[in-house]
């Protein structure tokens, strides 16, 4: 498997420092170009690269870490996105709901990204606790995944187990995955009330 992480600011960095820390390759790019990135990159450890966004998206697994409002721009840069799988670590507030067309973020998003396997992941740790080491006190921090492509959630696992955390698979978007989407401002309480209403 190729990896690549797809913005280089607070989670993109946070990310990076994780695939260091294992000595796993990893591809990072931004709106800046490689050059510019390539000192901050080599600073983070020998096995992240900066690459242009074209170059870096030649890896068969790629972490959206931009602004949510930016997968567009990240998705148009490839005419297919066949045979890749997308992590989105992306949270989508303060966006209201309505603006997502009723649809979990990573379903929404999963509209631009025509082909690829979507698996939602990453995105419920604040940047710099994505960043330490996920091993504490002998136990595993957590990461929550879930995609509608039941197939592409254990590759995925796979990695987040060799980056030290202990993935929870929470099943399909809009079923156990509702747990990790933002809506509007919140988490939790809206989120609780809407698997309620499903399940009564
Ligand atoms: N910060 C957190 O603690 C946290 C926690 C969980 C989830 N998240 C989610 O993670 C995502 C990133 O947040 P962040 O805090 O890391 O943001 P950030 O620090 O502002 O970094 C955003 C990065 O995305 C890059 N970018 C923006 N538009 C791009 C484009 N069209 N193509 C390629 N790269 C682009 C920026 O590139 P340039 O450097 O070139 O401008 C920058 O490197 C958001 O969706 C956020 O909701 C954040």
């Keep these: 498997m190729s990896y690549a992480i797809v913005g280089f600011g607070k989670i993109g960095q946070a990310l990076a420092h994780d695939f260091a820390r294992k000595n796993i390759n990893v591809t990072v790019t931004s709106r800046r170009p490689p050059e510019v990135l390539a000192p901050q990159a080599r600073a983070v450890g020998p096995t992240v690269a900066a690459k242009s966004l074209r170059d870096a998206l030649e890896a068969d697994t790629i972490i959206l870490a931009v602004p949510f409002g930016e997968h567009r721009e990240v998705a148009k840069a490839l005419p297919s996105w066949k045979g890749k799988t997308v992590i989105d670590a992306m949270n989508s507030f303060p966006l209201p709901p309505e603006e997502l067309d009723g649809l979990p973020s990573s379903a929404f998003i999963a509209k631009s990204f025509t082909g690829a396997k979507v698996v939602k992941g990453f995105n419920h740790l604040g940047a710099a606790t994505l960043a330490s080491d996920p091993v504490v ?6 990461i929550f995944l879930s995609s509608d492509d039941e197939d592409a959630i254990a590759p995925v696992a796979d990695l987040a187990k060799r980056l030290g955390f202990a993935p929870v698979t929470l099943g399909k978007l809009n079923e156990g995955g509702l747990l ?21």
Aim: cysteine-free.
């Design 180 to 200: 990790v989407h933002a809506r509007g401002r919140v988490w939790g309480p809206l989120i609780f009330q809407d698997l309620f209403k499903k399940h009564q």
């Design 137 to 142: 006190e002998g136990g595993h921090r957590v």
